[in-house]
């Protein structure tokens, strides 16, 4: 692959660390685009998983031999690694779920249980993935709270001066995400924090789309609760970080009963264990919590600045190259986006554009993203979405637009 970009980042050097590029997908390189539903994984951190299982398999907490010790060490090395990440104060404010959507629903099931009543009032974005809205209508119905939406602008951003009249003495959560996985929107999340916390309200961020592209800093931002995935940041399915003040996880009731979240159990009452184990009943996913911690210092390595500088120099291009497609209509043209590029072909079922770019061997996403809210917002029924990872290529962008401009004659004929 020609590689011509860029700056302190060797794409070609970061390219090789991951196996599962280099392969031919219906006899073409394989151009994987569909970095924001997954992004794939370095051999650093695949290894990582072989050598627990070869090496130290064990359960954790609990037992006192080598192995368990060595197991348990190296899960809570991850836990550091992932307080260090989000810049928290305390591992005891760092829960490990299953994945951002564990995370939302614990915190909707918990806090919003034991502190919505009737009349009050949830505030979440019109961007938000079904995984922020869900939660907050079945706790809202339960509790008979209203859920209110911030309307969204043509540019796909949130109408900030909309949401401050949204905010009353009855709001008493704001459900948000950092950044948009349909259209790549970057969202203020520092201003909707300050805005909300001056009407008394407590703030989840949902992470997903943030963590491996944005810096993150949940003291300076002050948020209540921020979310984030491994598997959208080069690490493995199936495990999630749930931030929370410690204040608030500890005025929290349990989100699952089990070992390991109690201190003492009796057949007629049961105290709770401290942070964040109270959070974490029963056998977690240790593997993958160990080479999350992998994945994180993959991040660390390659720094997020490097990361940034050179996806949104991919942005960039991509939009540019795709604009000048007739027929292509861009969808979400904030000013500050990650490195997503959701567009349609007016007439064309996004669907059928993602089939005829596989067989280009280019893996996009298409439909609605899990936010059919949003796309309703547009009055489409979905796009076809490009989402870039550090180790994407301008090449493989023009290989992209190769492919949509075929297609668009191909239809025009
Ligand atoms: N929120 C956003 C913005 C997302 O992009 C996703 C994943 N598509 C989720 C939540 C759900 O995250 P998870 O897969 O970790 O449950």
């Known amino acids: 692959m020609n590689v011509s970009e860029t700056i302190g980042l060797d794409v070609n050097k970061v390219r090789d660390s991951f196996p599962i590029l280099h392969q031919q997908i219906n006899g073409k390189p394989l151009v994987y685009f569909d970095n924001a539903a997954t992004s794939q994984k370095p051999s650093r951190v695949i290894q990582k998983l072989v050598e627990y299982y070869e090496g130290y398999n064990a359960n954790i907490h609990r037992g006192i031999h080598t192995l368990a010790e060595k197991a348990t060490r190296a899960y809570e090395g991850s836990r550091e690694s992932a307080r260090q990440f989000l810049g928290a104060q305390s591992t005891e404010e760092i829960i490990f779920t299953r994945g951002v959507t564990e995370s939302i629903n614990l915190v909707a099931s918990t806090y919003g249980r034991k502190f919505l009543n009737k009349g009050d009032e949830v505030i979440i974005s019109g961007l938000e993935h079904h995984s922020n809205i869900v939660p907050w209508q079945i706790v809202c119905e339960e509790k008979g709270a209203k859920l209110i939406v911030i309307p969204v602008t043509d540019t796909g951003e949130i109408d900030l001066s909309k949401y401050k009249s949204l905010l009353s003495d009855k709001t008493r959560i704001v459900a948000t995400n950092h950044a948009s996985n349909s259209l790549g929107t970057i969202n203020p999340v520092s201003e909707i924090i300050k805005l909300a916390h001056e009407r008394g309200s407590m703030v989840l961020v949902d992470g997903a789309q943030a963590a491996a592209h944005l810096p993150i800093n949940v003291v300076e931002l002050d948020a209540d609760f921020y979310c984030i995935s491994s598997h959208k940041m ?5 495990v999630g970080v749930l931030y ?3 204040k608030l996880l500890e005025a929290m009731p ?16 049961t105290t709770y264990n401290n942070l964040p184990y109270k959070f974490e009943a029963g056998t977690p996913n240790i593997a993958d919590v160990i080479a999350f911690g992998e994945a994180i210092a993959f991040i660390n390595e390659i720094g997020k600045a490097n990361i940034a500088q050179h996806e949104n120099e ?13 027929g292509v209509r861009l969808i979400g043209t904030a000013k500050n986006k990650v490195s997503v590029v ?5 007439g064309v079922h ?9 067989a280009r061997g280019i893996a ?3 439909g609605h993203h899990c936010t059919q809210p949003l796309m309703d917002r547009f009055g489409i029924e979905g ?12 090449a493989e962008i023009d290989s992209l637009a190769e492919g949509v401009k075929r297609i668009v004659n191909f239809l025009s004929k």
């Open 244 to 246: 929370g003040k410690k």
């Open 254 to 269: 349990p989100y699952m009963g089990g070992g390991e979240m109690i201190k003492d159990v009796t057949f007629e009452k």
């Open 342 to 346: 959701s567009f349609v072909i007016d």
């Open 364 to 366: 996009v996403r298409t």
């Open 350 to 358: 996004p669907f059928d554009i993602g089939q005829m770019l596989d």
């Open 234 to 238: 080069y690490g493995p399915t199936g």
């Open 314 to 326: 991919l942005l960039e291009y991509a939009h540019r190259k795709l604009k000048e497609i007739e």
């Open 383 to 394: 796009t076809v979405r490009a989402s870039f990872a550090v180790y994407n290529t301008k």
